[in-house]
Structures are given as structure tokens and as C-alpha cells.
T-cell receptor
């Protein structure tokens, strides 16, 4: 089975722009979670989607949004980029995630640099 | 709310020596605990997870961890370190209503010396 894929792997943007990141989960997985990883704040949960519905959300401003499609693929969008948004954005998929024993399988991440 | 504390941001061992990475958690409800490893420029890979079935959990690459409720700990060990174990390790917790949210510790960078 193919793993979680994320595109693009690297991205450079300037302040004020917006960006869309894409995540394709493992085949059959219905839950997709997004995380932001920075040296200062570590790994922080952004949001989780299941069957096209956001079920959980972390403490991030409204500039961060996401969606999930009927084939479970997910996108996250960051509008009005700030320098502090520079980070590695990780996507993870799991079968259900309703039960928290589900294993989350992570993609390689998208490295976003904001100049 | 749940939280995780990893004691020691950097741990250095010699090849062949015992690896011990410490993790303490805080949760008001029974937790599920995970250890992930991250190699440079890669995502996270699951090493092992505790889901209340057994307190001693064996994972991949010779790693294991023991859940100790009285100490609220879930330390990761490996009897003999290998050069390929050099990476960053993350302890994480989730609870029954997490819905896809893992709460991570700050990570421990493991260095293995020849």
C-alpha cells in the first residue's frame, strides 16, 4: 500500500500571500489530521477531518483552514501568510480516529518558508 | 486537557549502550500513549503504542516501553543502541474523545557515538 503523500514537498511564499497544501491518505483511511512543526513550538495539532467534516480543531487562528473531499484527500489553506507560519506541515491518516487507539500514519511533510 | 513532558531534549549514548528516553504524561482520563521517531527531512514513524492491553509494549527496531500509571510515565528503552537509531523521538498522548488529535512532547534528539 502506498503511504501518505503530501504535495508539494517544499514551498516558498512571501508575506501576505496564501498557500494550499495537499494530502492524500493511505487507501481506505477516512481520517486526516494536520500538524504544524516548528523548532520553537514543536508539533501542534491543527485540525482533523473525517468524512468531509471537521471533527476537531486546534488553537490556530482562522487564517488556517482545511477541507476534505469525498475520496478522503485533504487540503489545508493558510491565508495572509506571516513569517511565523514558516514550518513543516505534516499530514497524518488513520482508519477511523474515532477511537483514539487508531495509529496515525504520517506523510513526509511540506516545508513552507515565508519570506 | 492532556500533556506530555519529555525529560532531556538531547540524549547521547555510545553504540551498544542502553537507550533510555523519558516521557511523563498528564491526563484526567485513561490515556493512549505513542512513541514516534523522526529522521531528518522525513515524517514521523510509529515505534510503538500503548492502548491498555499490556503495560509492557514492544515496538519496532528493538524498542520497548512500559506504562506505569503510578508514575504517569511511558519511558522508551532499547538494550543496545545502534548508529541508525540516531534521530528525534517524540512521545504523544491521546484520549477517547481526541478525534485525531495527538498531543506531543517537545522531542528528544538521540545521538549515538561509535
Amino acid at each position: 500500500k502506498a503511504g501518505v503523500t503530501q504535495t508539494p514537498r517544499y514551498l516558498i511564499k512571501t508575506r501576505g500571500q496564501q498557500v494550499t497544501l495537499s494530502c492524500s491518505p493511505i487507501s481506505g483511511h477516512r481520517s486526516v489530521s494536520w500538524y504544524q512543526q516548528t523548532p520553537g513550538q514543536g508539533l501542534q495539532f491543527l485540525f482533523e477531518y473525517f468524512s468531509e467534516t471537521q471533527r476537531n480543531k486546534g488553537n490556530f487562528p482562522g487564517r488556517f483552514s482545511g477541507r476534505q473531499f469525498s475520496n478522503s484527500r485533504s487540503e489545508m489553506n493558510v491565508s495572509t501568510l506571516e513569517l511565523g507560519d514558516s514550518a513543516l506541515y505534516l499530514c497524518a491518516s488513520s482508519l477511523e480516529a474515532g477511537g483514539s487507539t487508531d495509529t496515525q500514519y504520517f506523510g513526509p511533510g511540506t516545508r513552507l518558508t515565508v519570506l | 486537557a492532556q500533556s506530555v513532558t519529555q525529560l532531556g531534549s538531547h540524549v547521547s549514548v555510545s553504540e551498544g549502550a542502553l537507550v533510555l528516553l523519558r516521557c511523563n504524561y498528564s491526563s484526567s482520563v485513561p490515556p493512549y500513549l505513542f512513541w514516534y521517531v523522526q529522521y531528518p527531512n522525513q515524517g514521523l514513524q510509529l515505534l510503538l503504542k500503548y492502548t491498555s492491553a499490556a503495560t509492557l509494549v514492544k515496538g519496532i527496531n528493538g524498542f520497548e516501553a512500559e506504562f506505569k500509571k503510578s508514575e504517569t510515565s511511558f519511558h522508551l528503552t532499547k538494550p543496545s543502541a545502534h548508529m541508525s537509531d540516531a534521530a528525534e523521538y517524540f512521545c504523544a498522548v491521546s484520549v477517547g474523545t481526541s478525534y485525531g488529535k495527538l498531543t506531543f512532547g517537545q522531542g528528544t534528539i538521540l545521538t549515538v557515538h561509535p
